[in-house]
């Protein structure tokens, strides 16, 4: 390694550092992360839009418009493969609502699909019936239903695998920052735990032991549970020496206050929710002391957060094409909502008896709108973040 | 800027001092290491520097510890992140973040520094400790070498102006070792940085030392004072200061450069005489393997290799971290499939020897000797390696007793110093008697008593014919030891020969004493010891 002197060494960082400025410039529009918060407000959108629906072409649709996203801006990273998991949990899911009403569902509808003997439990047993006649109409309506979780999940898992779980503990507000990073640390900890058993297990058979199985995990638990505790104690002295945790000044009255704005901010919420949910009517004043309640928590979390000294290091930034993508999930949940209002037969579609699903051109529109972000965004940088 | 005041530290009221009366005043830019056997207080003395000592740890400390003026006492360890910068031994168990850039930046986000100087600190430690190709690189798929320097420049971002380190080099190969020596060198020459240094590696990083704090255990104060009056009279000291006073050199030299310019007449003296050498009688082969090929999802770990065994051999495995040395050991016990080609131990194939049948066949003490051991007492542990074994009760406790008399009963595995806890490993893997012994990494955070320990004991089971297998970083360990030594580069042998041959033939792989006495082929202190005695009586007669 060639010694260079101090003065050297700092024009040519600088030089370099100029450098690569520029060239980040310059690629700038091609290639960046969006700000995950962007990604997780469209999901949320196309979630909302979901939840008004149960027309099956709509849903498939929107399932379609996450899944062409994802596939155009997924980044190369060990988390973006969540959106397979999550598909696969989906199509689990519309499997056994369907399967749930074959078997146990409640009878209905008069057109016949699939004639099967069925029996009806004693009273004692609630009455369930089991089997029976398989008839299209609640088969239908069990499908549909399915398939609105189904569309919510598979929007999730867009955003979980478009958005970086790391920049989005970036965006944690500074108060609740000490949870966001024990749950990356506790998620950074799973992998390093399996592969610790692994690692246990094999060494067992170095001991001359031919117990595999249940026995052999158990035997396997006490090494990995003392290495992940160790593990655990240098991670918090190491965290402790690098000056996590470092607080400002607060004086009394300033803590005081903030504890006195998170109560009063719990205390409406709860009245709140008891207005909403409790009283069996729609009360005016619920949903505002819910409102009020959320205000004060949200004070009190910028209260706390000014404690807080730590500064981001690159944090996330909003562009244009990250308000863009965050403004179409509300425009397309907002045209679902309109929608479902101007045309609730076609959101709603009967099933008894069954029609064919139609479109509506506000739905249709959102559909297309929805897709929007798999053009606008910027691609995701090349290795891993 | 580091000033110790009486200070002396215990873990309870009535446990043994850990650290006793340490008074000691480290000026700024000054490069102090601390030297001691296991378990004797190195890391209690490190971690008293910022403050984890007493106040992470719990413990009971008198006298004050004063750095930059501000009192461990008063301030917490996290109020002295600006002037301490702590690398702890695994870097990779206490990095906070996933990417390298983000781990340099972690630091400064805790100081709340402005996010333009943090841009500007980051770059500049990535072009200060040559990282700026590893920038957006997972910190896991980092080599052990990139991991300590990125550790380094974790902790110096925010330009503190006392930097701690405990065994930075240990768990590294000498070329990786190298690499993080020259960039403190250049921290401390460059900035004027305040170095203090655990290490058991003497040899390594002795010759950047401007104080030594040799700590001689419990109840006992440290000695403090110039690098070669300490180790002159150290019982720990690394093999050129062993061969100085075999020799009889004064004043001591400590670096092989000084060693050197006064061996000339030792050189002279030593001419004509043949270095004794351990030979290995004519033995059978005991395990062999054919153009074997290890495959992993993301690399080739061994890319056809070619190998066999004798017994009575001490083979050395050497080579980069990630070479392909431990998947070598793994193929031996079976643990890693092969992808091509054959491997055969005693005539088996070890995938097909169950765990009861594997181990009177190979035994294989792995890089972490605690995975091995799963009871909660010594002697519980011995009990079961006596039925795993199918060995008569007692065998595993008389070999333990052999091996490290000092290891009570009833004390938890856990508890046991990193060299017993070796020892006891050791023990376990012997008690069936397997004659092929496979060691990963045996000396890794081992003083030199227990290395030399280990080097006799080796020694003995090779007389006795079990053949043994180390990978190691070591290259006095393999000096002393190996009978061979074969090197790997990725997953492939690019040497193989007598430990003499290939030790001589490199300078990252000689021993200190050859570089000494180079180009003679004089290897170890023990071999010229011996060759100056005879040489004496030969004299006199």
């Given at each position: 390694?060639?010694?260079?002197?101090?003065?050297?060494?700092?024009?040519?960082?600088?030089?370099?550092?100029?450098?690569?400025?520029?060239?980040?410039?310059?690629?700038?529009?091609?290639?960046?992360?969006?700000?995950?918060?962007?990604?997780?407000?469209?999901?949320?959108?196309?979630?909302?839009?979901?939840?008004?629906?149960?027309?099956?072409?709509?849903?498939?649709?929107?399932?379609?418009?996450?899944?062409?996203?994802?596939?155009?801006?997924?980044?190369?990273?060990?988390?973006?493969?969540?959106?397979?998991?999550?598909?696969?949990?989906?199509?689990?899911?519309?499997?056994?609502?369907?399967?749930?009403?074959?078997?146990?569902?409640?009878?209905?509808?008069?057109?016949?699909?699939?004639?099967?003997?069925?029996?009806?439990?004693?009273?004692?047993?609630?009455?369930?019936?089991?089997?029976?006649?398989?008839?299209?109409?609640?088969?239908?309506?069990?499908?549909?239903?399915?398939?609105?979780?189904?569309?919510?999940?598979?929007?999730?898992?867009?955003?979980?695998?478009?958005?970086?779980?790391?920049?989005?503990?970036?965006?944690?507000?500074?108060?609740?920052?000490?949870?966001?990073?024990?749950?990356?640390?506790?998620?950074?900890?799973?992998?390093?735990?399996?592969?610790?058993?692994?690692?246990?297990?094999?060494?067992?058979?170095?001991?001359?032991?031919?117990?595999?199985?249940?026995?052999?995990?158990?035997?396997?638990?006490?090494?990995?549970?003392?290495?992940?505790?160790?593990?655990?104690?240098?991670?918090?002295?190491?965290?402790?020496?690098?000056?996590?945790?470092?607080?400002?000044?607060?004086?009394?009255?300033?803590?005081?206050?903030?504890?006195?704005?998170?109560?009063?901010?719990?205390?409406?919420?709860?009245?709140?929710?008891?207005?909403?949910?409790?009283?069996?009517?729609?009360?005016?004043?619920?949903?505002?002391?819910?409102?009020?309640?959320?205000?004060?928590?949200?004070?009190?979390?910028?209260?706390?957060?000014?404690?807080?000294?730590?500064?981001?290091?690159?944090?996330?930034?909003?562009?244009?094409?990250?308000?863009?993508?965050?403004?179409?999930?509300?425009?397309?949940?907002?045209?679902?909502?309109?929608?479902?209002?101007?045309?609730?037969?076609?959101?709603?579609?009967?099933?008894?008896?069954?029609?064919?699903?139609?479109?509506?051109?506000?739905?249709?529109?959102?559909l297309v709108i929805a897709m929007i972000p798999a053009f606008i965004t910027p691609t995701p940088p090349k290795g891993a973040s | 800027m580091i000033e110790f005041d009486h200070v002396s530290f215990r873990y309870s009221p009535d446990g043994p001092m850990v650290l006793t009366d340490v008074n000691m005043s480290i000026a700024e830019g000054e490069f102090v290491l601390v030297v001691g056997s296991t378990g004797c207080g190195k890391s209690t003395l490190l971690g008293s520097i910022n403050g984890l000592v007493p106040h992470f740890t719990g413990g009971y400390l008198s006298g004050e510890i004063r750095i930059a003026g501000r009192a461990t006492s008063r301030y917490r360890p996290r109020d002295l992140a600006d002037i301490v910068g702590m690398v702890p031994q695994d870097p990779l168990a206490s990095f906070v973040t996933d990417t390298v850039e983000e781990e340099l930046a972690y630091t400064?986000?805790?100081?709340?520094?402005?996010?333009?100087?943090?841009?500007?600190?980051?770059?500049?430690?990535?072009?200060?400790?040559?990282?700026?190709?590893?920038?957006?690189?997972?910190?896991?798929?980092?080599?052990?070498?990139?991991?300590?320097?990125?550790?380094?420049?974790?902790?110096?971002?925010?330009?503190?102006?006392?930097?701690?380190?405990?065994?930075?080099?240990?768990?590294?190969?000498?070329?990786?070792?190298?690499?993080?020596?020259?960039?403190?060198?250049?921290?401390?020459?460059?900035?004027?940085?305040?170095?203090?240094?655990?290490?058991?590696?003497?040899?390594?990083?002795?010759?950047?030392?401007?104080?030594?704090?040799?700590?001689?255990?419990?109840?006992?104060?440290?000695?403090?004072?110039?690098?070669?009056?300490?180790?002159?009279?150290?019982?720990?000291?690394?093999?050129?200061?062993?061969?100085?006073?075999?020799?009889?050199?004064?004043?001591?030299?400590?670096?092989?450069?000084?060693?050197?310019?006064?061996?000339?007449?030792?050189?002279?003296?030593?001419?004509?005489?043949?270095?004794?050498?351990?030979?290995?009688?004519?033995?059978?082969?005991?395990?062999?393997?054919?153009?074997?090929?290890?495959?992993?999802?993301?690399?080739?770990?061994?890319?056809?290799?070619?190998?066999?065994?004798?017994?009575?051999?001490?083979?050395?495995?050497?080579?980069?971290?990630?070479?392909?040395?431990?998947?070598?050991?793994?193929?031996?016990?079976?643990?890693?499939?092969?992808?091509?080609?054959?491997?055969?131990?005693?005539?088996?194939?070890?995938?097909?020897?169950?765990?009861?049948?594997?181990?009177?066949?190979?035994?294989?003490?792995?890089?972490?000797?605690?995975?091995?051991?799963?009871?909660?007492?010594?002697?519980?542990?011995?009990?079961?390696?006596?039925?795993?074994?199918?060995?008569?009760?007692?065998?595993?406790?008389?070999?333990?007793?052999?091996?490290?008399?000092?290891?009570?009963?009833?004390?938890?595995?856990?508890?046991?110093?990193?060299?017993?806890?070796?020892?006891?490993?050791?023990?376990?893997?012997?008690?069936?008697?397997?004659?092929?012994?496979?060691?990963?990494?045996?000396?890794?955070?081992?003083?030199?008593?227990?290395?030399?320990?280990?080097?006799?004991?080796?020694?003995?089971?090779?007389?006795?014919?079990?053949?043994?297998?180390?990978?190691?970083?070591?290259?006095?360990?393999?000096?002393?030891?190996?009978?061979?030594?074969?090197?790997?580069?990725?997953?492939?042998?690019?040497?193989?020969?007598?430990?003499?041959?290939?030790?001589?033939?490199?300078?990252?792989?000689?021993?200190?004493?050859?570089?000494?006495?180079?180009?003679?082929?004089?290897?170890?202190?023990?071999?010229v010891r011996t060759a100056l005695g005879t040489h004496a009586r030969e004299d006199s007669a």
């Amino acid at each position: 390694m060639a010694v260079v002197t101090p003065s050297r060494s700092r024009s040519r960082t600088q030089s370099r550092l100029k450098s690569r400025e520029r060239t980040r410039k310059q690629t700038q529009q091609d290639d960046r992360w969006l700000h995950p918060v962007a990604w997780w407000a469209w999901a949320a959108g196309l979630a909302v839009a979901a939840s008004t629906t149960t027309n099956p072409l709509l849903l498939i649709g929107l399932m379609v418009s996450a899944g062409v996203v994802v596939e155009m801006r997924k980044p190369v990273a060990p988390w973006a493969r969540s959106f397979n998991f999550f598909v696969k949990l989906a199509i689990l899911v519309v499997t056994i609502r369907v399967l749930a009403q074959v078997l146990i569902g409640a009878p209905g509808g008069t057109t016949t699909v699939v004639p099967m003997p069925g029996a009806t439990l004693p009273d004692w047993l609630a009455g369930v019936r089991l089997g029976g006649d398989v008839m299209l109409e609640p088969l239908l309506g069990a499908f549909y239903d399915g398939l609105r979780l189904a569309a919510i999940l598979v929007v999730v898992g867009a955003a979980s695998s478009l958005a970086s779980p790391a920049r989005l503990l970036k965006s944690v507000p500074a108060a609740i920052y000490e949870i966001g990073v024990s749950v990356v640390v506790a998620a950074t900890f799973l992998p390093q735990l399996v592969s610790d058993v692994a690692r246990v297990r094999a060494n067992r058979r170095l001991r001359g032991r031919s117990d595999s199985g249940l026995r052999g995990y158990g035997a396997a638990a006490m090494p990995v549970l003392h290495g992940a505790m160790d593990r655990s104690i240098t991670l918090a002295a190491a965290m402790d020496s690098r000056g996590y945790g470092r607080a400002g000044h607060r004086s009394t009255a300033e803590r005081n206050l903030s504890a006195g704005v998170l109560l009063a901010g719990l205390l409406f919420a709860t009245i709140g929710a008891y207005g909403l949910l409790g009283t069996g009517a729609a009360t005016w004043w619920g949903p505002t002391f819910i409102a009020f309640g959320v205000g004060f928590i949200i004070l009190n979390m910028i209260l706390a957060g000014r404690r807080s000294i730590r500064t981001r290091y690159r944090p996330n930034v909003w562009h244009a094409s990250d308000v863009s993508t965050a403004l179409i999930g509300a425009i397309v949940a907002g045209l679902f909502v309109a929608a479902s209002n101007v045309s609730p037969s076609v959101m709603t579609p009967t099933v008894s008896p069954p029609t064919w699903p139609s479109l509506s051109l506000l739905s249709v529109v959102g559909l297309v709108i929805a897709m929007i972000p798999a053009f606008i965004t910027p691609t995701p940088p090349k290795g891993a973040s | 800027m580091i000033e110790f005041d009486h200070v002396s530290f215990r873990y309870s009221p009535d446990g043994p001092m850990v650290l006793t009366d340490v008074n000691m005043s480290i000026a700024e830019g000054e490069f102090v290491l601390v030297v001691g056997s296991t378990g004797c207080g190195k890391s209690t003395l490190l971690g008293s520097i910022n403050g984890l000592v007493p106040h992470f740890t719990g413990g009971y400390l008198s006298g004050e510890i004063r750095i930059a003026g501000r009192a461990t006492s008063r301030y917490r360890p996290r109020d002295l992140a600006d002037i301490v910068g702590m690398v702890p031994q695994d870097p990779l168990a206490s990095f906070v973040t996933d990417t390298v850039e983000e781990e340099l930046a972690y630091t400064m986000e805790c100081l709340g520094i402005a996010p333009d100087v943090m841009r500007r600190r980051v770059e500049e430690t990535l072009d200060l400790l040559g990282l700026e190709d590893l920038r957006d690189r997972p910190l896991r798929t980092l080599s052990g070498g990139q991991r300590q320097r990125v550790a380094i420049g974790a902790v110096m971002t925010a330009h503190p102006t006392v930097l701690v380190l405990d065994e930075p080099t240990s768990a590294l190969d000498p070329g990786a070792a190298e690499e993080v020596l020259a960039a403190l060198h250049r921290l401390v020459h460059d900035l004027g940085v305040t170095v203090v240094l655990a290490e058991h590696r003497l040899e390594r990083v002795v010759q950047y030392a401007d104080r030594v704090v040799a700590l001689a255990g419990p109840n006992t104060p440290p000695m403090i004072g110039d690098p070669s009056t300490i180790l002159a009279g150290a019982t720990i000291a690394p093999p050129v200061v062993h061969l100085a006073r075999t020799v009889g050199w004064d004043p001591m030299p400590i670096t092989i450069r000084d060693a050197r310019r006064r061996a000339e007449p030792l050189r002279q003296l030593l001419t004509g005489i043949t270095p004794p050498v351990r030979v290995v009688p004519e033995s059978s082969t005991i395990a062999s393997m054919r153009d074997l090929v290890i495959r992993y999802p993301e690399v080739m770990a061994l890319k056809g290799v070619d190998l066999s065994i004798r017994r009575g051999e001490i083979v050395a495995l050497m080579g980069r971290n990630g070479a392909g040395k431990s998947s070598l050991l793994h193929a031996l016990v079976g643990a890693a499939e092969p992808a091509a080609g054959n491997v055969s131990i005693d005539g088996h194939d070890p995938r097909s020897l169950s765990g009861p049948d594997l181990v009177h066949h190979i035994g294989l003490v792995p890089q972490e000797p605690g995975d091995l051991l799963e009871a909660n007492t010594v002697f519980e542990e011995c009990t079961a390696s006596d039925r795993d074994a199918g060995a008569p009760a007692g065998t595993t406790r008389a070999i333990v007793a052999l091996l490290a008399p000092e290891i009570l009963d009833t004390t938890h595995p856990r508890d046991l110093s990193e060299g017993q806890r070796l020892l006891l490993a050791l023990a376990i893997v012997l008690a069936a008697r397997p004659p092929l012994i496979c060691l990963d990494e045996p000396t890794r955070g081992l003083d030199y008593h227990t290395k030399q320990r280990l080097t006799e004991i080796v020694t003995d089971l090779a007389n006795a014919g079990h053949a043994i297998v180390l990978a190691t970083h070591d290259v006095e360990l393999t000096a002393e030891l190996a009978t061979r030594v074969v090197i790997l580069a990725d997953g492939e042998i690019v040497a193989d020969g007598s430990t003499v041959d290939i030790t001589t033939s490199s300078p990252m792989f000689a021993p200190q004493v050859a570089k000494v006495l180079a180009p003679a082929r004089w290897l170890t202190v023990d071999q010229v010891r011996t060759a100056l005695g005879t040489h004496a009586r030969e004299d006199s007669a």
